[in-house]
């Protein structure tokens, strides 16, 4: 009897060692990722929520708080500590590319753009018109309305150019 219950007990550990490993081997882009931004709207931060909710992860939540409003159990973005944020030569939605190795050719075609709105912005490069989808970015943050409504014409907006760029 003593037997029986030790090697239950030595499969129930087994077990349960067996699903850790299992379960360390799923990619986080397949667990459903939380992140927060501060409040306040410009081109980066919304390509940024469009990237992670659209090629990231599409079962993503985020979450828009006033400044310096920390969230536990998020990951920030856009923020001036966070690690997903704009850098001197990067955007934001650039570093968000790097660090989820997004190798989608059109998402990638939308970060040369934002890069030419954020990051170099005097001499930004024609060929995407960039002047022509910053403003237009500005005008969906300025005529839609509260934060639901932005976010989500500009999902609209940004589901456009993706196809575009293919």
């Not at 003593?2 to 067996?18: D, E, G, K, S, Y």
């Not at 998020?74 to 190798?103: G, N």
């Not at 990638?108 to 990051?119: G, L, V």
């Not at 170099?120 to 500005?138: C, F, G, M, P, V």
Request: charged share 25%.
């Amino acid at each position: 009897m003593v037997t029986f219950i030790r090697t239950a007990q030595n499969q129930h550990l087994l077990f349960a060692a067996m699903l850790a490993t299992i379960f360390s081997f799923i990619p986080n882009t397949l667990l459903a990722q939380n992140f927060y931004t501060w409040d306040g709207f410009e081109p980066d931060k919304l390509a940024s929520m469009w990237l992670l909710q659209r090629i990231v992860d599409p079962e993503a939540k985020i979450q828009i708080v006033k400044k310096n409003t920390r969230i536990k159990n998020f990951t920030p973005f856009d923020t001036p500590t966070a690690k997903l944020r704009r850098y001197h030569s990067e955007s934001t939605y650039e570093t968000i590319i790097r660090t989820f190795k997004v190798e989608d050719s059109s998402a990638r075609c939308i970060a040369k753009i934002i890069h030419q709105i954020e990051i170099n912005i005097w001499n930004a490069d024609s060929s995407y018109d960039t002047q022509r989808i910053k403003e237009e970015i500005w005008e969906i943050i300025d005529t839609a309305g509260d934060s639901d409504a932005i976010i989500k014409k500009s999902h609209t907006y940004f589901d456009k150019l993706y196809g575009q760029c293919r």
